[in-house]
């Protein structure tokens, strides 16, 4: 009996030594390399030039129509009212578009407010409508235009327009030329010297603004800049913490490594001498880490790529819980906001087709949105901003751990704007969910790119602050198990989670649309056909308006683009607005409701490139409204 028992012992011990030193090999292996991948370029230059060239144009059209409403509302003014003229001058203040703004009679100034640098109505040359325009004309270096209307009481209202709006929201993309065909504004590739559009190739694509007779010329051949090519930053690691406790120590062990970013249990490090193969494969052999991977790249998800950065100021936070939210579901249930009539805002009815498409009328007739706050992961929001300012709840910068969410890139402040822009405010455009509250989180910087670390702090941050939705613009096509453990904790706490697609015409799955606990969507355009440039897959959940979509744009700005990043906020919106009709819903319910009250596109039934089809507003909201 003890010598079956000192043998089974024996056994035992053997086994367990094999498999220490099986173990051990693995752990020492090292064949460590990290997942490459290579997406196919399936888009064709021309094709995204043509797209880019379009919102250009349409971008310059929204711009002249804004400088007529405000002419047209400031010439209604007596200007001679001390204190209306205090009023107009901080307007102008507010849209510096206007260097001058002047009201003639019989060819004589009668009222003025600015400086007009050239005041000569016979430059007034080209005619679109009821108003008119000069050509461009520089002075020190500063490009200007005039732009006149006549009133029905005979007066004229002129103003001198500054173009720096223009030359800023082409700038690296594209040139304009004038209806002389002289160029005004160029690009910043230093080798476009094109002086008329005679110089132009033939193999560029180009767009007229028909109110002016302009033309835009896109000469952008490479969308994604080289630094978005290397998918993770170099000689870098995400690291978590199994016990927040242990990290001083473990630091203290580990010295050669550079503490990039701290936020307990979660760290960015650095070696300098390892290479990020190296690193990863060192600290997975760590018994105190729970991840430890590269740090992934995440950028933004629209074809518009270049910006000028914009100043920065703070906003004071909001306090409200989804909790409380939740249990005001049955004392509040005939005390939402919501809208009877088409909203005033002047980019609705000639712009924003995106929301007719989608059946929203109907749907605002039900639900505004009041209530729920909607967490826009993206490079922040401009808090300035006269069509959401008011709109905004406390924010996060995942970069520095402040408050500081101001937007120097403007693809932020445009997807808040679709998501819940103010609404039925006679100026600009209307948001979907219009009466949310939008939490802006800025996990991408000022060149719209950001990693799966800032990402995830981000996730984090807005969950504590008990958002009911989180829309991200934004991927990469790297797996991370940090983002996705981010995104697991933000499903279980019941956030609605909201991805886009991808912009690059692949089967290939971006993350975090990857990941099953979060609906993906895929981009359409006007005649509901899916956007030559979406991604699609088993993955995509919906499709929601993706091209030529009007939107925020920062300095109080309007701007169009195209994207899965704008198709993305749509649903997000319309998630918000479903929590506010029906706040008893789990965010699987949520889902559901959207997946079948979805209009069916392609194929019948779910297709990998529409979904379950095009979201539909009205058909979703009818369908909780008992």
């Not at 590269?294 to 074809?303: E, G, H, M």
């Not at 906001?337 to 039900?366: A, C, M, R, S």
């Not at 402040?413 to 219009?434: K, M």
């Not at 008893?584 to 490139?609: C, F, H, I, Q």
């Amino acid at each position: 009996m003890l010598w079956r028992m000192a043998k089974s012992v024996l056994i035992v011990g053997l086994v367990g030594i094999g498999l220490a030193i099986i173990g051990r090999a693995l752990i020492d292996d090292n064949g460590y390399t990290i997942q490459s991948k290579k997406i196919p370029e399936d888009l064709e230059v021309s094709a995204m030039n043509h797209l880019m060239a379009e919102d250009l144009s349409m971008t310059t059209s929204m711009f002249l129509k804004q400088l007529s409403s405000q002419m047209q509302r400031w010439a209604n003014q007596d200007l001679e009212d001390q204190e209306l003229q205090t009023k107009f001058k901080e307007e102008v203040r507010e849209h510096p578009h206007f260097h001058g703004f002047a009201i003639l009679e019989n060819e004589k100034v009668i009222s003025q407010v600015g400086q007009i640098e050239r005041m000569d109505v016979t430059k007034l040359t080209h005619r679109h409508m009821k108003s008119n325009f000069s050509d461009p004309y520089s002075i020190d270096g500063k490009q200007y235009m005039l732009m006149g209307e006549t009133l029905e009481d005979g007066r004229t209202v002129l103003g001198e327009i500054d173009l720096s709006f223009v030359k800023s929201f082409v700038k690296g993309l594209a040139s304009v030329a004038d209806a002389t065909g002289t160029f005004f504004v160029s690009g910043a590739d230093p080798e476009v010297e094109w002086e008329t559009t005679e110089d132009i190739p033939e193999n560029l694509e180009a767009e007229t603004v028909p109110e002016l007779g302009w033309q835009i010329v896109v000469h952008s051949d490479n969308h994604k800049p080289e630094q978005f090519q290397q998918p993770f930053y170099e000689k870098q690691a995400v690291i978590k913490f199994k016990k927040r406790e242990v990290a001083s120590t473990w630091f203290t062990e580990n010295q050669d490594l550079l503490v990039l970013e701290d936020n307990n249990p979660l760290f960015v490090v650095e070696s300098k001498t390892e290479s990020t193969e190296q690193l990863i494969q060192r600290l997975r052999k760590e018994y105190d880490l729970a991840i430890a991977e590269p740090n992934y790249k995440i950028s933004k998800q629209v074809i518009l790529f270049s910006t000028d950065p914009n100043e920065r100021r703070h906003t004071p936070p909001r306090q409200t819980t989804r909790e409380q939210n939740r249990s005001r579901a049955g004392d509040e249930e005939d005390q939402h906001n919501v809208l009877t009539t088409k909203p005033n805002d002047e980019f609705f009815e000639p712009y924003q087709w995106n929301l007719d498409q989608i059946e929203i009328d109907e749907g605002w007739n039900l639900s505004g949105g009041q209530g729920i706050k909607i967490a826009v992961l993206d490079t922040g929001v401009d808090p300035n901003h006269l069509d959401i300012a008011e709109k905004l709840g406390p924010g996060y910068n995942s970069f520095d751990d402040s408050s500081d969410f101001s937007d120097a890139h403007g693809h932020g402040t445009h997807v808040a704007g679709v998501a819940a822009a103010l609404t039925n405010n006679v100026t600009g455009i209307a948001g979907v969910s219009w009466d949310s509250t939008i939490l802006p989180v800025k996990v991408l910087n000022d060149e719209g790119e950001g990693s799966s670390f800032e990402v995830a702090k981000g996730i984090y941050w807005a969950v504590e602050q008990g958002a009911d939705v989180i829309n991200m613009s934004l991927g990469d096509y790297y797996s991370s198990d940090l983002l996705h453990d981010a995104i697991r904790y933000a499903y279980e706490q019941d956030v609605v989670l909201i991805a886009a697609s991808g912009n690059d015409n692949v089967e290939d799955p971006m993350y975090p649309a990857q990941y099953e606990e979060v609906f993906t969507v895929a981009a359409v355009d006007e005649a509901k056909n899916r956007a030559f440039f979406s991604n699609y897959g088993e993955h995509v959940d919906i499709s929601a308006p993706g091209e030529h979509i009007p939107s925020l744009f920062p300095d109080n700005n309007y701007v169009v683009m195209s994207g899965t990043s704008m198709a993305a906020p749509h649903v997000a919106g319309l998630a918000g607005l479903i929590r506010s009709l029906r706040p008893d819903l789990t965010n699987e319910e949520v889902y559901e409701v959207m997946r079948s009250t979805a209009k069916d596109l392609g194929t019948d039934g779910r297709d990998p490139y529409y979904g379950y089809g095009e979201i539909d507003i009205a058909a979703a909201l009818k369908s909780i409204a008992n």
